[in-house]
């Protein structure tokens, strides 16, 4: 029995998933916050079975796993009642502290932990200045000003903490939460007019982070290349948004 690779839409049945206890996860595929919760899935190995969803026409039965239509949800099926979470960061902690495996990826000292969460609260301010140069065809002048600036704090945070990675010497959650934005980035070469890059003096720390980030084994099997993002948003631009994109040849 397997789950078809494509984006369940309004009108579409519940697919057939196999009643094996195996964890659920709901997403969508171009969904940065779902990819939160994938790379940990994937940097955790913790077996599940993955079910598309249409966000522009969701289908009916999905607000039985999240009630407000999000994505990412993870289904519980082998705990009585069979609960769902939702929230990336949410989903992220749950699988870290239920699922050990060889290593945890948030803090164990609860200051670090505490200002880890607040540093990826921190990208809020990029990803909602970049958010309309991503999908609209008239983003706001001081756009990608704004998303500059809001992500100095992100190169003086790497400069300050001195390591490789947010986390250390190997990755931690900041890594792993604030990833699917810097996949998303190098979209805008192909998307502008005037293809766009970050600086690589002012962001020197981030795009080494970024190379490193790219040679992760569970990067490497979430990503999806920055030719097949830039169709995606050409696609909302044009106002028939084609989540089923990412199963196509590039």
């Known amino acids: 029995m397997s789950i078809p690779k ?27 916050f779902s990819q939160r919760a994938h790379l940990m899935l994937a940097a955790k190995k913790i077996a599940h079975h993955t079910v598309y969803i249409d966000l522009s026409e969701k289908p009916e039965w999905y607000t039985d796993y999240s009630p407000l239509g999000k994505v990412p949800a993870i289904q519980l099926p082998h705990l009585p009642g069979k609960p769902t979470l939702v929230e990336s960061l949410v989903i992220a902690e749950y699988l870290d502290e239920e699922y050990p495996g060889e290593r945890s990826f948030f803090p164990k000292d609860p200051l670090q932990k505490a200002q880890d969460r607040i540093l990826i609260e921190r990208l809020s301010p990029a990803v909602s ?17 704004n998303f500059e600036v809001a992500l100095d704090v992100f190169e003086e945070e790497i400069k300050k903490r001195g390591t490789p990675y947010f986390g250390g010497d190997k990755i931690g959650i900041v890594d792993y939460m604030i990833w699917p934005w810097f996949e998303r980035f190098p979209a805008l070469k192909y998307t502008l007019a005037e293809p766009y890059e970050l600086d690589s003096k ?8 970024r190379q490193l980030m790219e040679q992760d084994e569970a990067v490497k099997a979430t990503a999806l290349d920055a030719k097949v993002h830039a169709k ?11 989540y089923d994109l990412a199963f196509e040849p590039l």
């Open 202 to 209: 002012r962001f020197a720390k981030l795009l080494s982070w």
């Open 6 to 32: 494509k984006h369940f839409k309004k009108g579409t049945p519940k697919p057939d998933i196999p009643e094996d206890g195996v964890l659920r996860y709901y997403t969508m595929r171009f969904c940065p």
């Open 129 to 145: 200045a970049i958010y309309p140069v991503f999908f609209t065809t008239d983003p706001p002048a001081d756009a990608l000003k």
């Open 232 to 242: 995606f948003m050409r696609t909302r631009h044009e106002g028939k948004t084609n």
